[in-house]
């Protein structure tokens, strides 16, 4: 079975967005070409990115023609090709499917169209941001790992990653980097009761 990957970049106290609008919500997050370097290997190893809206539609006003700017980088070369070629899967009530190359939309019986998606072929579903899709996955229990890239930044209000959390979810660390820019990347297995 498909495991489910929150691939997230938080502040120390708990937020991934800030109370900013639109990209300057993410105005702090650290980027570096080690960190991207380090990503962009993970990502290579899966074929699925799950998204909400409002995260998916940014990714599409960018990343499909990302390696085709003067002054793109490697990463953007890299991540551009990944995207494209990535199966999208979006939790959202309002999205039609129509126009969405390559993208499946989920509107309704969330637990039952992932446990689907779960048992189909390919590999490991990252979720890229998008903190309402996970906390709707959170509350469903279904997310079976978090890579949380941890920003040295209080941001004080914004977005929390973990929000109406009902149940208790024991974690266990399996491994972390730390980068220079002083980014800690903590990848948690959830432990599920045998």
Same mark, same amino acid.
């Given at each position: 079975?498909?495991?489910?990957? @929150?691939?997230?970049?938080?502040?120390?106290?708990?937020?991934?967005?800030?109370?900013?609008?639109?990209?300057?919500?993410?105005?702090?997050?650290?980027? @570096?070409?080690?960190?991207?370097?380090?990503?962009?290997?993970?990502?290579?190893?899966?074929?699925?990115?799950?998204?909400?809206?409002?995260?998916?539609?940014?990714?599409?006003?960018?990343?499909?023609?990302?390696?085709?700017?003067?002054?793109?980088?490697?990463?953007?070369?890299?991540?551009?090709?990944?995207?494209?070629?990535?199966?999208?899967?979006?939790?959202?009530?309002?999205?039609?499917?129509?126009?969405?190359?390559?993208?499946?939309?989920?509107?309704?019986?969330?637990?039952?169209?992932?446990?689907?998606?779960?048992?189909?072929?390919?590999?490991?579903?990252?979720?890229?941001?998008?903190? @309402?899709?996970?906390?709707?996955?959170?509350?469903?229990?279904?997310?079976?790992?978090?890579?949380?890239?941890?920003?040295?930044?209080?941001?004080?209000?914004?977005?929390?990653?973990?929000?109406?959390?009902?149940?208790?979810?024991?974690?266990?660390?399996?491994?972390?980097?730390?980068?220079?820019?002083?980014?800690?990347?903590?990848?948690?297995?959830?432990?599920?009761?045998?």
């Amino acid at each position: 079975m498909r495991k489910i990957v @929150s691939f997230v970049h938080v502040s120390l106290d708990g937020f991934v967005a800030s109370t900013a609008e639109g990209l300057a919500s993410l105005a702090w997050i650290s980027i @570096s070409p080690d960190l991207f370097e380090y990503v962009e290997q993970r990502i290579q190893q899966t074929d699925t990115a799950l998204y909400g809206r409002i995260t998916y539609q940014m990714m599409e006003s960018y990343w499909p023609t990302a390696a085709d700017k003067l002054d793109a980088s490697p990463h953007d070369h890299a991540h551009s090709r990944w995207y494209k070629s990535a199966h999208k899967v979006v939790l959202s009530k309002t999205l039609l499917e129509k126009n969405h190359p390559n993208t499946q939309i989920i509107s309704s019986n969330l637990s039952d169209e992932i446990s689907k998606l779960r048992h189909s072929a390919g590999s490991e579903i990252l979720i890229f941001g998008s903190p @309402s899709a996970t906390h709707a996955l959170m509350a469903e229990n279904l997310i079976d790992e978090y890579w949380l890239f941890v920003n040295p930044i209080l941001l004080g209000q914004g977005i929390p990653l973990f929000k109406n959390i009902k149940d208790r979810t024991s974690l266990m660390l399996v491994k972390s980097k730390v980068f220079p820019s002083g980014v800690v990347c903590l990848q948690y297995e959830v432990k599920r009761n045998q």
